[in-house]
């Protein structure tokens, strides 16, 4: 037996600090947290200075059991989580669970995977940071008290089943509030007049700095230039500079990924997570920019080296963030001389993308030489201008340069290009002048990645909340992320060319999204709810308050309980009070007006199955319901657009001399066929799909279905052997198992089938529900 044992949270990290100890270390893993608040009630003691009640859960009861009898034989334990809140309290529940004695427990943090990181953490142990702990518990047993008391609050006013939290429900209100902007927002149009000019053969694009209101004043610019000449006015060329961004935060890391890799925010910290685990990277939760001595002098190694000395220039970059420990790193490679990082494609290209950002940071500043040049026009007090930008030195532009989250203006074409050259005086020859109505835009919905952004802004949560806190609001179907297609919209696009003047009207697609973040109506409805009832709790500048009182908490400024009753009382007095409201009174119910034809009251509401449009009062019996569709919010549908639900469903057609019918329900829009139900395509109209359309849509599915099916047994139905998006697998009630490599799905035996779901851990043995052996 090894005489000390070292206990980490993940499998992957063990394994790869069991690599950089010797035999004398036996490294192992907790797979995370051990301890949690019950559910119920009896979590926190609310009379008892809020005194939590910790239990281990379910499926850390042998993991524990395990650690106890390793723990028992070793002479020393390093507790070895990670080094920051979340870390501190997993080692201190550890350190709870399993009764480890002070004189035999040392605390180890790194914020890298590597021999010298491990080695040195091993040297200089410390004991567990109860002040970070409390902070954790504060953050674990505040958001336990809103959603606990908050949620059913919900239920009984609004829905059942909806959940809102302290976090969550901020980033839900935002999301709400850019929904009602954009909607509001009244689009006003104006003229942008651009021209093309060419010198020697060449050709560079020049502007108007004004924009007209009116296609009138537009026009008559346009007329007046048909007789005017060109000439360069003025000519100024002057040195600037590109300075690097700073190496990746935690938010920024998901942000540049997000725009160059597309990946979700999620998605980068998982793929990250493997990187850190694997020791590729520093430790991925943070928000310092901040580079140790030793990160920038291997840096300059790899940057002189690979680029030469004049490539390099030292940086020191300080947080703006007040919450940031600076004694903390950014996110970077913990060895630069290395460029590959691992053979799978999401890994490398998040790892080069690290890398890049980090090398970056510490190269020479970009040198360029920005052209102005001033148009003059002869019959006009107004001039054009054209500017260029020429690279004098790359610097750290041969490795890396930041995206940005700004939208380009509609049709504009990049106008700092090259420009020829040119001197003061010179005519210059106008090829065409085009005057572009555009339209004003509200800003833009956002991104996971400029969510967090935001977030980020407000002070609100912090590098390990980002991603917890928009996969949570996704979940509760609060808000979903989804491409939507834009609408045609016309413009006026006038041109003057070779004497002439032409006007004309043209067609551009407007307002199509892509991987946006969308609120729902029950989002709509919730948000309202819990701004008039609980404004605290979903206030900006309030939430922010809170993390800067975890903050202080994790300092040692300030007692977690004292903190936590500060924001009880006040909080639960509003429970109390919400208790009383009606539920009629809450807005999740609307009166668009009067039916028509039958003067029946029409509603939009929230009801069970989702948002709907309504005939008639709740108590009658002959009410009609109708779905509404995607992107329809029970605040602005019209009654034209409930009398248009209103045909729904609609009779398509026959198949198989059966009738088919078109409608929308909770999934979105379908064709009901011989009592089966078919989803429609993207594109597809429930108002507008034809009888072929739909047959076809019925003969596909089949077809799908048909090819999904490999196998079933007699001596089983529920177990399944079936086509899926990744290759063939079992299913056996709702759960999934994976095909052994070797093994030919249309081949497996009923009891080698048998034998794989055995050996492949699922929640349906839990449940008691695993198949029956074939009694031989």
């Known amino acids: 037996?090894?005489?000390?044992?070292?206990?980490?949270?993940?499998?992957?990290?063990?394994?790869?600090?069991?690599?950089?100890?010797?035999?004398?270390?036996?490294?192992?893993?907790?797979?995370?947290?051990?301890?949690?608040?019950?559910?119920?009630d009896k979590a926190i003691d609310i009379?008892?200075?809020?005194?939590?009640?910790?239990?281990?859960?379910?499926?850390?009861?042998?993991?524990?059991?395990?650690?106890?009898?390793?723990?028992?034989?070793?002479?020393?334990?390093?507790?070895?989580?990670?080094?920051?809140?979340?870390?501190?309290?997993?080692?201190?529940?550890?350190?709870?669970?399993?009764?480890?004695?002070?004189?035999?427990?040392?605390?180890?943090?790194?914020?890298?995977?590597?021999?010298?990181?491990?080695?040195?953490?091993?040297?200089?142990?410390?004991?567990?940071?109860?002040?970070?702990?409390?902070?954790?518990?504060?953050?674990?047993?505040?958001?336990?008290?809103v959603g606990f008391e908050l949620s059913p609050i919900l239920w009984k006013k609004i829905k059942?089943?909806?959940?809102?939290?302290?976090?969550?429900?901020?980033?839900?209100?935002?999301?709400?509030?850019?929904?009602?902007?954009?909607?509001?927002?009244?689009?006003?149009?104006?003229?942008?007049?651009?021209?093309?000019?060419?010198?020697?053969?060449?050709?560079?694009?020049?502007?108007?700095?004004?924009?007209?209101?009116?296609?009138?004043?537009?026009?008559?610019?346009?007329?007046?230039?048909?007789?005017?000449?060109?000439?360069?006015?003025?000519?100024?060329?002057?040195?600037?500079?590109?300075?690097?961004?700073?190496?990746?935060?935690?938010?920024t890391l998901q942000q540049e990924a997000s725009r160059k890799l597309y990946f979700s925010v999620a998605q980068?910290?998982?793929?990250?997570?493997?990187?850190?685990?694997?020791?590729?990277?520093?430790?991925?939760?943070?928000?310092?920019?901040?580079?140790?001595?030793?990160?920038?002098?291997?840096?300059?190694?790899?940057?002189?080296?690979?680029?030469g000395a004049q490539y390099h220039k030292s940086r020191q970059f300080t947080t703006k963030s007040e919450s940031a420990q600076e004694a903390h790193e950014a996110i970077r490679p913990t060895d630069f001389s290395q460029t590959q990082a691992s053979g799978d494609r999401n890994e490398q290209r998040l790892y080069e993308l690290i890398w890049k950002r980090a090398i970056a940071s510490q190269m020479s500043d970009a040198e360029l030489e920005k052209t102005t040049i001033t148009i003059a026009i002869s019959n006009s007090p107004l001039n054009l201008i054209a500017t260029g930008e020429v690279i004098k030195f790359d610097g750290f532009l041969k490795v890396?340069?930041?995206?940005?989250?700004?939208?380009?203006?509609?049709?504009?074409?990049?106008?700092?290009?090259?420009?020829?050259?040119?001197?003061?005086?010179?005519?210059?020859?106008?090829?065409?002048?085009?005057?572009?109505?555009?339209?004003?835009?509200?800003?833009?919905r956002y991104t996971e990645a400029s969510l967090v952004k935001k977030l980020e802004e407000l002070g609100i949560g912090r590098p390990s909340t980002y991603a917890p806190t928009i996969s949570t609001i996704q979940k509760r179907e609060y808000v979903v992320k989804e491409?939507?297609?834009?609408?045609?919209?016309?413009?006026?696009?006038m041109k003057i060319a070779k004497g002439q003047f032409q006007d004309s009207t043209k067609t551009e697609n407007t307002g199509a999204e892509k991987n946006k973040l969308f609120p729902t109506n029950i989002a709509m409805v919730v948000n309202d709810f819990l701004v008039e009832h609980f404004p605290n709790v979903i206030d900006f500048h309030f939430t922010a308050?809170?993390?800067?009182?975890?903050?202080?908490?994790?300092?040692?400024?300030?007692?977690?309980?004292?903190?936590?009753?500060?924001?009880?009382?006040?909080?639960?007095?509003?429970?109390?009070?919400?208790?009383?409201?009606?539920?009629?009174?809450?807005?999740?119910?609307?009166?668009?007006?009067?039916?028509?034809t039958s003067g029946k009251n029409v509603y939009a509401r929230l009801g069970r199955f989702g948002p709907l449009v309504?005939?008639?009062?709740?108590?009658?019996?002959?009410?009609?319901?109708?779905?509404?569709?995607?992107?329809?919010?029970?605040?602005?549908?019209?009654?034209?657009?409930?009398?248009?639900?209103?045909?729904?469903?609609?009779?398509?057609?026959?198949?198989?001399?059966?009738?088919?019918?078109?409608?929308?329900?909770?999934?979105?829009?379908?064709?009901?066929?011989?009592s089966s139900f078919y989803s429609l395509e993207k594109g597809q109209d429930p108002m507008a799909i034809s009888e072929d359309e739909a047959v076809t849509l019925i003969q596909n599915k089949r077809e799908a279905d048909a090819k999904k099916h490999i196998k079933t047994f007699d001596e089983n139905p529920e177990i399944q052997i079936l086509n899926g998006r990744w290759g063939p697998y079992i299913k056996f009630g709702k759960n999934n198992y994976k095909i052994p490599k070797g093994k030919e799905a249309e081949q497996l035996s009923y009891a080698e089938t048998l034998s794989i779901i055995e050996t492949q851990p699922d929640a349906g043995k839990k449940k008691g529900k695993f198949p029956a052996k074939k009694k031989s």
Request: net charge negative.
């Open 1 to 40: 037996m090894s005489k000390n044992l070292v206990i980490v949270e993940s499998p992957a990290k063990a394994k790869t600090i069991e690599g950089y100890l010797g035999k004398d270390f036996k490294v192992v893993s907790s797979y995370g947290h051990v301890r949690d608040l019950p559910k119920g």
């Open 268 to 307: 980068t910290m998982s793929v990250a997570q493997k990187l850190y685990e694997a020791g590729k990277i520093s430790y991925m939760r943070t928000d310092s920019t901040n580079l140790s001595q030793e990160a920038m002098g291997a840096a300059k190694s790899a940057i002189e080296n690979s680029f």
């Open 47 to 145: 009379k008892n200075r809020f005194k939590p009640t910790y239990e281990v859960t379910a499926d850390k009861k042998e993991v524990i059991k395990n650690l106890k009898a390793l723990s028992k034989d070793a002479e020393m334990v390093y507790l070895a989580s990670d080094d920051d809140r979340e870390g501190e309290a997993i080692s201190w529940h550890l350190k709870e669970v399993l009764n480890l004695k002070e004189d035999r427990t040392k605390r180890i943090v790194f914020r890298e995977i590597t021999k010298n990181a491990i080695t040195k953490a091993i040297e200089n142990p410390r004991g567990i940071d109860y002040d970070l702990v409390n902070a954790q518990q504060a953050r674990r047993i505040l958001d336990r008290l």
């Open 160 to 251: 059942t089943g909806l959940s809102a939290g302290r976090v969550q429900s901020v980033a839900v209100r935002l999301i709400v509030e850019r929904e009602r902007e954009i909607e509001g927002h009244k689009s006003k149009s104006s003229f942008r007049i651009t021209a093309i000019f060419e010198v020697e053969g060449k050709t560079f694009q020049a502007e108007l700095p004004k924009k007209f209101e009116t296609k009138a004043e537009a026009e008559d610019f346009l007329k007046k230039c048909l007789d005017a000449s060109f000439s360069v006015a003025n000519l100024e060329k002057k040195p600037t500079k590109k300075t690097p961004a700073p190496p990746f935060t935690t938010s």
């Open 400 to 444: 890396y340069l930041e995206d940005t989250d700004d939208e380009p203006e509609e049709d504009e074409e990049g106008n700092k290009s090259l420009l020829p050259p040119i001197k003061i005086g010179q005519g210059l020859n106008l090829q065409e002048m085009k005057g572009r109505e555009t339209f004003s835009r509200p800003a833009p």
């Open 614 to 674: 309504q005939i008639g009062e709740t108590e009658d019996e002959d009410k009609q319901f109708a779905s509404l569709k995607k992107g329809q919010f029970i605040e602005n549908v019209t009654m034209d657009d409930a009398l248009e639900l209103f045909k729904l469903p609609r009779e398509v057609g026959f198949f198989e001399d059966k009738k088919m019918t078109a409608a929308i329900g909770r999934f979105g829009p379908y064709i009901r066929h011989d």
């Open 545 to 596: 308050r809170v993390e800067k009182e975890f903050d202080d908490i994790a300092a040692g400024g300030q007692d977690w309980q004292d903190m936590i009753d500060g924001f009880y009382g006040k909080f639960h007095k509003s429970v109390e009070e919400t208790e009383q409201v009606s539920r009629q009174d809450i807005n999740s119910s609307r009166l668009i007006g009067q039916h028509p």
């Open 483 to 493: 491409a939507r297609d834009g609408t045609p919209r016309n413009y006026v696009e």
